[in-house]
C-alpha cells in the first residue's frame, strides 16, 4: 500500500512542478532592467538616450554622459489574481544592480563605466497543501539566488553623431532549489531534496548608436548584440532519505550552461522638447542554449517588443508640470 502511495505522489509532484521553463534548467526567472528611465517605457531601452541616464543596455550611448553617474535601484511588485474558488496576492523585492560611469574624454565620448546588474533571480516560496487516497501531505518548493553580471566598459564617439561601445562581462551565481515534503504521519517520514547550482563565464556586449539628440525632432537609433557565453561550475544535489532519524546522500556532477547570443534594436523620438518615444525589438536565440551539452526541447526563441513615452516636466522653475 505504502509503495502504491508513493508512485502516485511522486506522479503527482511532477505534475505540478511549474514556473518559469528556465528555472528548471539552472537559470532562473530572466531580469531585464526597470530603473530609471526604463520603467516605464517597456522595460528596454535600446536606443533611448539621456544625458544624465547609464543606459543598461547599449554601452554607445555612454558618450554623451554630461558628468559623473550612479545608478542603482530596487524593485518591489505585486501581482493580484482570482478566480471562482480564491484570491492571491503575490509580492516580490529584488535589488536591481547599481552602475557607475565616468568621462574620461568628452570631446569624443569617451566615457567608462562599471557595475554588476542582476541576468537572472530565483525568488520563491510555495506552499501546497495536497489529498492523495485520503492522505494529506505538504509540499514546499523554495529558490533563491541568482546569476548576476559584472561589467565594465568604454564609449567612443569617432566622429559626428555616430557613437560605439563595448563591454567585457562576467557571468556569475549560485541558485538553489529545495522541495520539502512533510507527510504529517507517522507512516511516512520527512524528505527533501536540494540542488545548489554554482557557475561563472565570460561574454561581452558591443552597441553602436547614431543621432544623439535631446531637442526637438531629435532621433536616434541603436543596435546591440550581446555574445554567447559558455558557464561553468558544479551541481551538488542533497537527498534527504525518508527513514527513521533521516540519511542525507550527497553527489556533485559538472556543470555546463550555454547561454546564447542576444541582439537587439531601438529607436527614441523627441516628439517635442519634453515628450520622448521610445520603442525596441530584443531577440534571444534561446534554440542554442544547452546544459551539459544538450538542448532542453521545451525552450525555444524568444522576442521581446517594448515601447513606451516620456513626458518630461518643465525645466521652469516656477511653471507647473505641462
Request: net charge positive.
Amino acid at each position: 500500500m505504502r509503495f502504491k502511495f508513493l508512485i502516485l505522489f511522486f506522479l503527482y509532484s511532477i505534475s505540478i512542478a511549474g514556473g518559469s521553463i528556465y528555472s528548471r534548467f539552472g537559470l532562473g526567472v530572466l531580469r531585464f532592467s526597470t530603473v530609471d528611465k526604463t520603467a516605464g517605457l517597456g522595460g528596454l531601452g535600446i536606443a533611448l538616450f539621456d544625458p544624465i541616464y547609464i543606459n543598461r543596455y547599449n554601452p554607445a550611448l555612454w558618450s554623451e554622459l554630461a558628468r559623473v553617474r550612479v545608478s542603482g535601484g530596487y524593485l518591489y511588485e505585486g501581482t493580484s489574481t482570482q478566480d471562482r474558488f480564491k484570491n492571491t496576492f503575490l509580492t516580490s523585492g529584488n535589488f536591481d544592480g547599481v552602475m557607475f560611469a565616468i568621462p574620461l574624454w568628452k570631446k569624443y565620448g569617451l566615457t567608462f563605466a562599471t557595475g554588476v546588474m542582476p541576468f537572472s533571480t530565483a525568488n520563491y516560496a510555495v506552499k501546497k497543501d495536497s489529498l492523495i487516497e485520503n492522505r494529506y501531505f505538504s509540499q514546499l518548493y523554495k529558490g533563491e539566488g541568482g546569476i548576476s553580471n559584472f561589467v565594465f566598459g568604454f564609449s567612443f564617439k569617432p566622429f559626428g553623431k555616430l557613437s560605439i561601445g563595448v563591454r567585457g562581462e562576467y557571468y556569475f551565481g549560485t541558485i538553489i532549489n529545495s522541495w520539502d515534503v512533510d507527510f504529517g504521519s507517522s507512516e511516512f517520514f520527512f524528505s527533501r531534496i536540494k540542488r545548489e547550482r554554482n557557475c561563472g563565464g565570460l561574454g561581452f556586449t558591443a552597441g553602436i548608436a547614431y543621432g544623439l539628440g535631446v531637442g526637438r525632432n531629435s532621433f536616434t537609433m541603436g543596435f546591440v548584440f550581446s555574445s554567447p557565453v559558455n558557464l561553468k561550475g558544479l551541481t551538488s544535489v542533497e537527498y534527504t532519505v525518508p527513514v527513521p532519524g533521516g540519511s542525507t546522500i550527497s553527489e556533485v556532477n559538472e556543470l555546463k550552461l550555454k547561454l546564447p547570443y542576444r541582439a537587439g534594436f531601438g529607436l527614441s523620438y523627441f516628439v517635442r522638447d519634453r515628450v520622448q518615444f521610445s520603442g525596441d525589438v530584443y531577440y534571444q536565440n534561446w534554440r542554442k542554449f544547452e546544459i551539459n551539452g544538450e538542448h532542453p526541447p521545451e525552450i525555444t526563441d524568444a522576442l521581446r517588443v517594448g515601447t513606451g513615452l516620456e513626458i518630461l516636466p518643465s525645466r521652469e522653475v516656477t511653471a507647473g508640470f505641462f
